[in-house]
């Protein structure tokens, strides 16, 4: 059995002292970071890059890798106790669970989290060492019209994020994919909505966005209401979930594993939509769609699952064909060059201890991630007594911090003082921040792969179709589009009948 | 720097955070470089700032990176490496521009420095007058390649190939004004022969879908595309430098496969802020030099497929005729393209 001796070597790489040691040192940063808001896994890797260079490269790949999804774990905390999530993914995390965290529910909620990223991480990781060769061929298949169908299947599924007025969830979507153009056209260098600030060229931060449309107008809201400003109801209920929680939990983490691992195998942005795309899926499988939004444990449950499974899965272009998904791969890539492996297809075949050996740690890993987080959660509903004089100016003084020290760009503090008050104003519109920051971060993905199919195909736009697979997502969004539009159309026949009797 | 005080804030209350005040270090407490007008006499009494203009970890910045510890030790302080990112460059670059020219803001730049003029208007600095040069570092040589299943089997076949399918071909690089869009360029003059170009965000995208055979070729820097090159996931036509690159035996120069036009690396240089002190220029100077004749520079250099520059070309006067030099061939070659990014 090769997947044997392979894994047996993995496991005998990975339970070197030292690579346990630097994988518990990673997951644990990691952690850290995911819970303090504004900084990231990239800004993380990116500064304990260097200090990895005297490192085994096993070893160091370890510890970054651990570092990444160490901080998908650590994201969905601060998601849930105070409505502030640090990567697109959390923010679906916020929607419902700090609404579970306001009804004295954050232990469930975080519990949710944890088991939900424990089995999706451990069966994405068996995906990762049964199938990452094949998958990543697969991957390939996937060009710019690909992914242009997918973004859109993404954002018509999704649209359900929105609890209120379709209308003023079109409308935060629409604003969202504007707010995603400012900065400089990747296709001819124009500087779209810059407004002759060169600090603007890169576009607005997603953090900056989100810290402010959430963490900030969640504070500005709180402050609003004399007696119950604090940051959650005070009375935290049981701390683990109850018998009931666990029934409903099973499916949203088995679904959301399975979409997860699927969608993050996809170097082209398959990971930001999984989170979303399984949140969709879990309100519209529900028998209580309309529990969504008012603390729905299954809209913790899937799309935590989701992310951590995609989080695994990511890796796998990485590992197999050298090939970056997203920007802490790149700086994975970084991390193999400067230890004298030049990423490719042959790291597999050339590096067998190391390939194997990252692959049983992320494992390890999940298994020291769960342990590390479920005694925390004890901790972390406490955090939430800390009184709001306190709390409230620390969440934005951390989130400015972290915010700025990604790349030293004062417009990323400033914007979160903006999004703040945006976001307040809309809330009082009765508009959601939810749908905004998914057409923030799908809008530019869309536009993307939409021009660059066009460039390729010499401006012939059948060049959807004919390609099999973009056919075929592009015939699942239409479909999506009438499961969602029939209801309503139904709906509103049955009230012109009634009306008629 | 007009952004001391907020580091400064910074780095304290990170560091009251045990986890996080690693970070701190490495990030926020570039604080010691305040205003202080220093002239040559006690160069250097307090820690040096290396503003990288791009994202930390990316190429430029593992360079930096690695020369500032030997260049630190040298001079006998700290160096704080920071990155100031934004618009290819050039905001970090700006910020360098208008800092105090004391020797204690110092800027790494690529290639991107020589381009930016033809690239930007209203740039707001100007290469030449607005800093001073102090050293090459690096020249990271690029490789031309294609999806492996392209048709054109050398570089000249290419070179007819796109010539007799213009409207067909797709050229893809990593972004306006990326070293692979400069070369992409320099490509198309070289060959006489104007393509569709497909930009992507990046390097590692554009190579996902060059291996996916979503696009036709492209050209990319070396530390790239190697690992690609030897597992025979894309073609390789050829290296843009004047010789072959040692870990890519077997892939000919541009000059050997009968493209001799097609010369370009991706080089890189320090400056300080126009006005500084000749004789803290002339340390920095001596400083880099010696960082790149130490022995663990050199082994990381060529881990990442290149190699430090000769020490006659660490020096501001070599630095500056290149810097000439290339500003003058990028602003015929940019606008002959009719390329603009702003």
Not at chain 1, 287 to 290: E, G, T, V
């Given at each position: 059995m090769d997947l044997l001796d392979n894994l047996a070597l993995g496991f005998s790489t990975a339970f070197l002292v030292q690579n346990v040691v630097y994988c518990f040192v990673g997951v644990l940063l990691g952690t850290a970071v995911g819970v303090l808001p504004g900084i990231g896994p990239t800004a993380t890797v990116a500064m304990l890059l260097p200090i990895t260079f005297n490192f085994e490269p096993v070893t160091a790949l370890i510890m970054l890798a651990g570092i990444y999804y160490g901080a998908q774990y650590g994201g969905s905390t601060t998601a849930i106790l105070i409505?502030?999530?640090?990567e697109s993914s959390a923010a679906v995390t916020a929607l419902d669970g700090h609404e579970m965290a306001r009804r004295g529910r954050a232990g469930a909620a975080l519990a949710t989290a944890a088991v939900g990223s424990f089995i999706a991480g451990t069966v994405a990781t068996v995906a990762l060492a049964v199938a990452a060769p094949p998958l990543a061929r697969v991957a390939l298949t996937f060009g710019p019209a690909e992914y242009f169908s997918l973004v859109l299947l993404g954002l018509i599924v999704s649209i359900t994020l929105a609890r209120g007025s379709a209308l003023k969830a079109l409308a935060m979507i629409a604003l969202g994919v504007l707010l995603g153009t400012v900065g400089q056209d990747i296709y001819t260098g124009t500087p779209r909505f810059v407004f002759d600030q060169r600090e603007l060229y890169g576009g607005i931060d997603f953090v900056s966005v989100a810290v402010g449309m959430f963490g900030v107008a969640e504070i500005l809201r709180n402050l609003e209401k004399e007696q119950t400003r604090t940051a959650v109801v005070s009375k935290v209920r049981n701390l683990w979930p109850t018998r009931e929680d666990r029934r409903r939990i099973v499916g949203p983490i088995l679904r959301g594993t399975g979409l997860g691992a699927a969608l993050g195998v996809?170097?082209?942005g398959g990971h930001v939509l999984a989170s979303f795309t399984s949140y969709a899926v879990e309100k519209r499988v529900s028998?209580?769609?309309?529990e969504f939004g008012h603390g729905a444990i299954e809209g913790v449950a899937g799309p935590e699952s989701a992310n951590n499974a995609a989080a695994q899965t990511s890796f796998i272009p990485l590992l197999t064909l050298g090939l970056p998904a997203h920007p802490v791969m790149a700086l994975m890539v970084g991390a193999f060059i400067v230890h004298g492996i030049t990423p490719g297809p042959n790291v597999i075949t050339d590096e067998p201890a190391l390939f194997w050996g990252l692959i049983a740690s992320m494992w390890i890993g999940n298994v020291l991630l769960v342990m590390l987080n479920l005694p925390l959660i004890g901790i972390w509903v406490r955090m939430l007594r800390i009184p709001y004089q306190v709390l409230f100016p620390m969440i934005i003084l951390f989130a400015a911090i972290g915010t700025y020290s990604l790349g030293f760009n004062a417009y990323d503090v400033y914007a979160i003082a903006f999004f703040g008050i945006l976001g307040y104003v809309l809330i009082k519109c009765g508009c959601e921040p939810a749908p905004l920051l998914l057409g923030f971060v799908l809008g530019p993905l869309l536009e993307e792969n939409l021009r660059r199919a066009l460039i390729i195909s010499r401006g012939d736009p059948s060049v959807f179709l004919t390609r099999p697979i973009s056919a075929v997502l592009l015939a699942l969004a239409v479909a999506a589009l009438v499961v969602a539009v029939l209801p309503t159309i139904r709906r509103r026949r049955e009230t012109m009948f009634t009306e008629e009797d | 720097m007009r952004t001391s005080i907020r580091h400064r804030v910074a780095a304290r209350m990170m560091a009251a955070i045990g986890v996080v005040s690693l970070m701190a270090a490495c990030s926020g407490n570039g604080a010691g470089n305040g205003n202080g007008g220093a002239t040559g006499g006690g160069y250097p009494d307090k820690n040096i700032t290396f503003v990288v203009p791009f994202s930390a970890g990316g190429p430029t910045d593992t360079v930096t990176r690695m020369i500032a510890e030997p260049m630190a030790a040298k001079l006998g302080t700290k160096i704080v490496v920071q990155n100031v990112e934004g618009a290819g460059g050039t905001v970090g670059a700006g910020e360098v521009a208008r800092?105090?020219?004391?020797?204690y803001t110092v800027l790494m730049h690529h290639i991107g420095m020589s381009t930016a003029p033809a690239l930007y208007?209203?740039?707001?600095?100007k290469p030449l007058e607005d800093f001073g040069t102090v050293g090459l570092v690096t020249e990271v040589p690029m490789t031309v390649v294609a999806r492996k299943d392209f048709a054109p089997a050398t570089l000249q076949d290419l070179v007819a190939h796109v010539k007799a399918n213009a409207g067909k071909v797709t050229l893809a690089n990593a972004g306006i004004g990326a070293a692979s869009h400069l070369c992409g360029l320099l490509f198309q003059s070289a060959a006489g022969v104007k393509l569709q170009e497909v930009p992507y965000e990046g390097t590692g995208p554009a190579l996902t879908d060059l291996v996916g055979g979503q696009v036709d070729f492209m050209c990319d820097q070396t530390t790239n595309t190697s690992g690609q090159i030897s597992a025979g996931e894309v073609k390789a036509y050829a290296v843009t430098t004047p010789e072959r690159v040692k870990s890519l035996p077997d892939v000919p120069t541009t000059a050997e496969a009968g493209l001799p036009k097609l010369q370009v690396s991706v080089w890189h240089g320090l400056y300080v802020p126009a006005g500084t002190p000749q004789e803290v220029v002339q340390k920095l100077s001596e400083a880099l030099k010696a960082a790149l004749a130490d022995r663990a520079v050199v082994d990381q250099m060529a881990k990442l497929g290149t190699t430090p520059v000769p020490a006659e070309d660490a020096t501001p006067q070599a630095h500056r005729d290149k810097l000439q030099e290339q500003l003058g061939t990028w602003a015929k070659v940019i606008a002959d393209a009719g390329v603009k990014a702003s």
């Open positions: 409505n502030l999530p640090g996809l170097p082209g028998k209580r769609p309309q | 800092a105090q020219p004391d020797g208007k209203d740039l707001g600095y």
